[in-house]
């Protein structure tokens, strides 16, 4: 069936205005609750949310829709998503929520859900909860005494910021080294620069005064200019920048400039395999990520294996094929051995850890390649298939031939919007644009 609520991750869209508004967010828990509901225990959910001001309206409705069905909610406030993931999985609930748009503005939210394992739910059960969110199903009211009763779970926070801290090395701490971290006055404000001073860094924190509003404005990942402007000014060693609901991270070296996702992973990576921790001697990573990370893994003897772009995708061939290290060029790091999702609070931990050890520069130890000139074009389009046009796949030919096994080319549809995505990259960056170029003008005609 063709979905009407969930996307790629969760359910997502302007707040207020469908689906995002309390009567679909109750009915949301009044479906899940009902699905998750199996045997005869008291079964309860975990709910954790970012900054956004929607999300004093969407937490009190998805209340609503669990306690009806019979589910006791646990309540953690602002709490990074995957700190919402772990905390299902430890206290041992039915499912977990977070209300999130993650790297969105302020005026967007989203609903993931978990199920009691900390994963994202299957397709196959969003399918089911859509179902009865719809109607095709109605979910089963609870007796009047059979209520779920809801409450504040007041050491969520402490739990996380422990778990975290032990995901480095016994005994290893941060001493000495001096990090700015931007938590994009989002989910992780608190956690953190918790996390980071209690591992005995000192910490300059910013991007940490949430008014509802400011959640991703000019800040963290996807803005990184204040946290590169912070860092040099501080004379700090290295700085971290989160995502709204700390799943994803970039962070900046000591002179200010970004060290994007598979700079990160190609750290990781060879890190993890001096220690033998590397599963497989293998790498996840999605088809948009640099070809010069493809040439560094192999050359340290580790194989990269490319998904379809989405996280989603990365952590499916993660547990299919037994890594337990991939990612996303975007920062969306997953550490199975740790979390069940992108963590950018204990992705980040691996880095610092390793650099601490080094005692190296951050400039010099997280820039393992030279990444290859790359370059992405997006092409509207009024429907149809214009991939199919015979222009277009003699173009995409001439330029496969012209880059050769010097690079490769990427041409994708947009999930989301009516755009064909062409990315190029090679050795030679005045053959990547002209490749790129030539296809685009072939999608343009085409179109």
């Not at 059960?125 to 979910?139: K, R, W, Y």
Request: glycine share 10%; with cysteine.
């Amino acid at each position: 069936m063709t979905r009407k609520f969930f996307g790629t991750d969760g359910i997502r869209g302007l707040a207020n205005t469908e689906p995002m508004t309390a009567s679909t967010a109750l009915k949301v828990g009044m479906a899940a609750g009902a699905y998750f509901t199996r045997g005869d225990h008291r079964h309860r959910v975990l709910i954790g949310k970012d900054t956004r001001l929607s999300g004093y309206m969407l937490e009190p409705a998805l209340v609503a829709g669990f306690t009806a069905v019979g589910m006791d909610v646990f309540q953690v406030g602002p709490m990074p998503t995957p700190a919402v993931a772990m905390l299902t999985r430890a206290l041992r609930c039915d499912l977990g929520v977070m209300i999130s748009a993650s790297h969105n503005p302020f005026h967007d939210n989203g609903i993931k859900l978990f199920g009691p394992d900390g994963y994202k739910l299957s397709d196959e059960a969003e399918t089911e909860i859509e179902g009865m969110i719809l109607g095709d199903a109605e979910p089963a009211l609870a007796a009047a005494d059979k209520l779920g009763r809801a409450r504040r779970l007041d050491d969520a926070l402490g739990r996380y910021v422990e778990f975290a801290k032990a995901t480095l090395p016994k005994g290893r701490t941060l001493a000495g080294l001096k990090v700015v971290v931007d938590c994009a006055n989002g989910a992780a404000y608190k956690a953190a620069p918790a996390v980071l001073w209690e591992l005995e860094a000192e910490v300059i924190p910013i991007g940490v005064k949430p008014d509802g509003f400011n959640i991703n404005r000019d800040c963290g990942s996807t803005h990184p200019t204040a946290l590169q402007e912070a860092v040099v000014a501080h004379g700090a060693h290295v700085g971290v920048a989160l995502d709204g609901d700390a799943d994803r991270l970039v962070m900046v070296d000591e002179r200010g400039q970004v060290i994007d996702g598979d700079q990160l992973m190609a750290v990781i990576a060879e890190s993890w395999l001096r220690q033998g921790r590397l599963e497989k001697n293998g790498l996840v990573a999605t088809v948009m990520s640099n070809l010069g990370l493809e040439r560094f893994v192999q050359s340290i003897g580790v194989e990269l294996i490319r998904t379809k772009v989405g996280d989603r995708y990365v952590l499916e061939a993660m547990r299919n094929e037994g890594y337990n290290l991939g990612g996303e060029q975007s920062g969306h790091i997953i550490l199975s051995d740790f979390a069940t999702t992108g963590d950018g609070i204990v992705a980040a931990l691996q880095v610092l850890g390793a650099l601490c050890e080094s005692g190296q520069k951050a400039s010099q130890f997280c820039r393992r390649f030279a990444p290859y000139p790359q370059l992405l074009r997006n092409v509207r389009h009024a429907g149809g298939k214009p991939l199919d046009a015979p222009k277009v796949q003699q173009a995409i030919d001439a330029a496969e031939k012209k880059l050769g096994k010097a690079g490769r080319i990427v041409i994708r549809p947009s999930g989301t919007e009516p755009l064909i995505r062409v990315m190029a990259e090679g050795e030679d960056e005045m053959l990547v644009q002209t490749v790129v170029a030539d296809i685009v003008t072939a999608l343009e005609q085409a179109a």
